[in-house]
């Protein structure tokens, strides 16, 4: 889907949040020819399509995959589906990784720590996620090059709106999901011969009981939760590091009391959601504030604007680390809620209580090399070099 013609240039992308402030004020709902969608801004109509999946379905087919995902199945099946993963995907498994977390975050920095500089994306938040769920899913280390390539290479974007690079990075997208669909069809049969006491075991043997998933919508359940939480809590991480620097008080507030640093997270999430929109389709005719929107239309649901909306939150330009209640849509609503919501929580919260262990003193160096990711990931950084002290 090309981007809107707002934002279809990285300059207009800087001006992101003006822009989505002035349709929120004029023009709330809308519908976009050359996105063949309607476009959602406000908070309130966003929740309302969320939590309405009979009418505005998932069934879209988005990751150019042909095996149904969770992400792009509706109820009933979806509530299936999901107990399915939740049995294996439990809290316990999410909160042993805790150690995991810190030692990969501590062994990052210390390949920096020396240099007083590095830089966010590359460097830190870029490597961190992919290692956390080659480890959770229980790919072996030697593999963890391979895979992180693939993962990178299954989320890569478009470099601009042409047509061309749309092509390419469809053609990149469907060859890295090939490879990593034979990858882990591997690793799952040998783990069938011998059982191990991770993800990619777990769901499959829950599955044995209840014969819910087909083996081919098994291995792309496994895949969904690489692309779903790779680049997303890369995002997060790197957003951190630029509201830290933004806002330089707040790196002695949250070391001297990292208690705060769960709502610090929250907040990140809400002023930089890594994900900036949710599509759906409707099943049926539906007006929403005077517009009729018709059964077949696409449906874009802006959380990015939706996160900003002053009518669901005071002051919702400022970002105020200490927010609360803070309920932002970033990890969606409702049905689809994100499945790896506790795990992003943790990782945000173990990788700041790390850093502002050991760093102290961020700040950004060069702002001409802090560079947007493109479309539509224009919330977050691609690049974003920082100089620290190291503590001792
Ligand atoms: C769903 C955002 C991290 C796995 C979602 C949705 C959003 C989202 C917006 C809803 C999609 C929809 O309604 O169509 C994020 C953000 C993350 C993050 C912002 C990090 C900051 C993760 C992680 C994992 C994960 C770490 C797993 C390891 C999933 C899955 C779904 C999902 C499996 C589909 C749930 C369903 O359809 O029932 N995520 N996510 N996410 N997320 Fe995340």
């Given at each position: 889907?090309?981007?809107?013609?707002?934002?279809?240039?990285?300059?207009?992308?800087?001006?992101?949040?003006?822009?989505?402030?002035?349709?929120?004020?004029?023009?709330?709902?809308?519908?976009?020819?050359?996105?063949?969608?309607?476009?959602?801004?406000?908070?309130?109509?966003?929740?309302?399509?969320?939590?309405?999946?009979?009418?505005?379905?998932?069934?879209?087919?988005?990751?150019?995959?042909?095996?149904?995902?969770?992400?792009?199945?509706?109820?009933?099946?979806?509530?299936?589906?999901?107990?399915?993963?939740?049995?294996?995907?439990?809290?316990?498994?999410?909160?042993?990784?805790?150690?995991?977390?810190?030692?990969?975050?501590?062994?990052?920095?210390?390949?920096?720590?020396?240099?007083?500089?590095?830089?966010?994306?590359?460097?830190?938040?870029?490597?961190?996620?992919?290692?956390?769920?080659?480890?959770?899913?229980?790919?072996?280390?030697?593999?963890?090059?391979?895979?992180?390539?693939?993962?990178?290479?299954?989320?890569?974007?478009?470099?601009?709106?042409?047509?061309?690079?749309?092509?390419?990075?469809?053609?990149?997208?469907?060859?890295?999901?090939?490879?990593?669909?034979?990858?882990?069809?591997?690793?799952?049969?040998?783990?069938?011969?011998?059982?191990?006491?991770?993800?990619?075991?777990?769901?499959?043997?829950?599955?044995?009981?209840?014969?819910?998933?087909?083996?081919?919508?098994?291995?792309?359940?496994?895949?969904?939760?690489?692309?779903?939480?790779?680049?997303?809590?890369?995002?997060?991480?790197?957003?951190?590091?630029?509201?830290?620097?933004?806002?330089?008080?707040?790196?002695?507030?949250?070391?001297?009391?990292?208690?705060?640093i769960p709502n610090f997270v929250e907040e990140v999430l809400r002023f930089y959601p890594p994900s900036t929109q949710i599509p759906r389709i409707a099943t049926q005719d539906v007006e929403?504030?005077?517009?009729?929107?018709?059964?077949?239309?696409?449906?874009?649901?802006?959380?990015?604007?939706?996160?900003?909306?002053?009518?669901?939150?005071?002051?919702?330009?400022?970002?105020?680390?200490?927010?609360?209640?803070?309920?932002?849509?970033?990890?969606?609503?409702?049905?689809?809620?994100?499945?790896?919501?506790?795990?992003?929580?943790?990782?945000?919260?173990?990788?700041?209580?790390?850093?502002?262990?050991?760093?102290?003193?961020?700040?950004?160096?060069?702002?001409?090399?802090?560079?947007?990711?493109?479309?539509?990931?224009?919330?977050?950084?691609?690049?974003?070099?920082?100089?620290?002290?190291?503590?001792?």
């Amino acid at each position: 889907i090309p981007p809107m013609e707002e934002l279809n240039t990285p300059e207009k992308q800087k001006n992101a949040f003006e822009v989505f402030r002035k349709l929120r004020e004029t023009t709330p709902i809308r519908y976009c020819e050359k996105r063949q969608m309607w476009e959602f801004f406000l908070y309130e109509d966003c929740v309302r399509i969320l939590k309405d999946p009979k009418t505005f379905s998932s069934q879209l087919n988005r990751a150019g995959s042909t095996v149904a995902s969770i992400i792009t199945t509706d109820p009933p099946r979806h509530k299936d589906v999901r107990s399915l993963v939740e049995k294996a995907f439990t809290a316990k498994r999410v909160a042993n990784l805790e150690p995991a977390i810190r030692s990969i975050a501590n062994e990052l920095l210390d390949d920096v720590i020396e240099n007083g500089r590095m830089d966010t994306f590359f460097d830190f938040a870029g490597p961190l996620p992919v290692i956390v769920i080659a480890d959770l899913l229980g790919v072996p280390n030697e593999d963890r090059r391979l895979f992180k390539k693939l993962s990178m290479q299954i989320a890569s974007g478009v470099q601009d709106d042409s047509e061309e690079s749309y092509e390419i990075v469809r053609q990149n997208n469907a060859e890295a999901r090939r490879q990593l669909t034979v990858y882990l069809q591997g690793i799952l049969d040998q783990r069938k011969v011998e059982p191990k006491d991770d993800l990619i075991t777990a769901v499959w043997q829950s599955n044995l009981e209840e014969n819910i998933l087909s083996e081919p919508e098994l291995v792309n359940f496994y895949i969904t939760l690489l692309v779903a939480g790779n680049e997303t809590t890369s995002n997060l991480i790197t957003s951190g590091v630029r509201a830290l620097t933004e806002h330089p008080e707040l790196q002695e507030q949250l070391t001297n009391r990292p208690e705060l640093i769960p709502n610090f997270v929250e907040e990140v999430l809400r002023f930089y959601p890594p994900s900036t929109q949710i599509p759906r389709i409707a099943t049926q005719d539906v007006e929403i504030r005077g517009h009729l929107i018709q059964a077949g239309d696409m449906v874009n649901c802006w959380t990015v604007s939706a996160n900003r909306d002053a009518a669901k939150f005071a002051n919702a330009e400022d970002f105020d680390a200490d927010r609360k209640p803070n309920l932002h849509i970033a990890f969606g609503f409702g049905t689809h809620f994100c499945l790896g919501a506790p795990l992003a929580r943790l990782e945000g919260q173990v990788v700041f209580e790390t850093l502002l262990q050991r760093l102290c003193d961020i700040r950004l160096t060069d702002p001409e090399r802090a560079v947007l990711q493109p479309f539509p990931r224009f919330t977050s950084m691609h690049e974003y070099p920082v100089a620290f002290t190291g503590k001792s």
